[in-house]
């Protein structure tokens, strides 16, 4: 099997666990079956050093990393700190976070994210949500292979540390398709990934904006199961709902005046739009 082949297995046999930490508490130091849990201490845990290594960014560094690693610790014991702590050390970069999350923490990111063009700039409208409460975000370096009309394609990546963010890349030349981690870096869901088509108009309607109360989201017909979110404008999700009526009412008042960014998932498709409210 291919290397990508592998990664998938491993990826689906780690998002089995919508909750657990690959850490092992230390009342948990004699459980045997905790200790070596096939899906999150084998599969998560391959994982994330697969993640370690696009954070390093340089594949003869990273596997220089690991050889010195086993060379340091041969005939001992070595923790999940032992080795943030020699990462830090040789490559200057912090790893808090990373460990806090992928090590420490629990789940995996959920992503819902469309795209559009504007003349020559790709526009990516991403929204993260998780699998577990525990770990409300996730900061993932995120990779995207966009297409041409000539046949080219190149590689762009973002990094997202918010529930929802919008990249923008100035990219020369008609994008025809986009796709997300190509190389399956990132232990994650899709949701919900396409062209963004603009004809939200024809789908439903906002309104009062700006806004000093209610916020009516108005579905032209049946619109399905939907998720209606605010987001303020550091990426952070202050408000989300689901329904399947046609219309949806947020009551905005406790919410400070500001603008925000109402997300709207219908039909596996993200929309986005600015609200203030007054």
């Known amino acids: 099997e291919s290397a990508n082949e ?28 905790r200790i ?44 999940g700190e032992d080795f943030k702590d020699f990462l830090e050390l040789q490559t200057g970069k912090e790893f808090d976070a990373f460990f806090n999350q992928w090590y420490y923490g629990e789940g995996y990111p959920i ?10 700039t790709l526009v990516i409208y991403s929204k993260q949500e998780t699998s577990s409460g525990t770990t409300p975000l996730f900061n993932t370096l995120m990779q995207f292979e966009a297409s041409y009309l000539d046949g080219s394609d190149t590689i762009i990546s973002f990094r997202q540390h918010g529930n929802y963010l919008e990249f923008r890349e100035p990219l020369p030349g008609r994008i025809t398709n986009l796709k997300f981690d190509p190389d399956k870096w990132l232990l994650a869901e899709i949701d919900g990934f396409g062209y ?6 024809s789908l439903f309607t906002v309104s009062p904006n700006p806004v000093t109360s209610d916020l009516i989201v108005e579905f032209k017909d049946e619109p399905g199961n939907y998720t209606v979110s605010l987001v303020d404008l550091s990426g952070k999700t202050i408000y989300s709902d689901k329904g399947t009526e046609r219309y949806a009412i947020m009551n905005l008042h406790r919410f400070q005046k500001s603008t925000y960014i109402l997300l709207i998932e219908v039909n596996n498709t993200l929309y986005s739009t600015k609200i203030i409210k007054i």
Request: hydrophobic share 35%; aromatic share 14%.
């Open 196 to 201: 963004l088509d603009d004809n939200s108009s």
């Open 36 to 79: 070596f849990d096939y899906l999150l201490s084998y599969k998560k845990g391959a994982a994330i050093i697969h993640m370690i290594r696009q954070e390093v960014g340089n594949d003869s560094e990273f596997f220089r990393i690991l050889r010195e690693f086993l060379a340091t610790y041969k005939n001992s014991n070595a923790s």
């Open 6 to 33: 592998w990664l998938k297995i491993t990826h689906d046999y780690a998002k089995a666990y919508d909750a657990g930490s690959i850490y092992v508490p230390e009342k948990d130091t004699l459980n045997a079956n």
């Open 111 to 120: 992503f819902n994210i469309s795209w559009s063009t504007n003349n020559d």
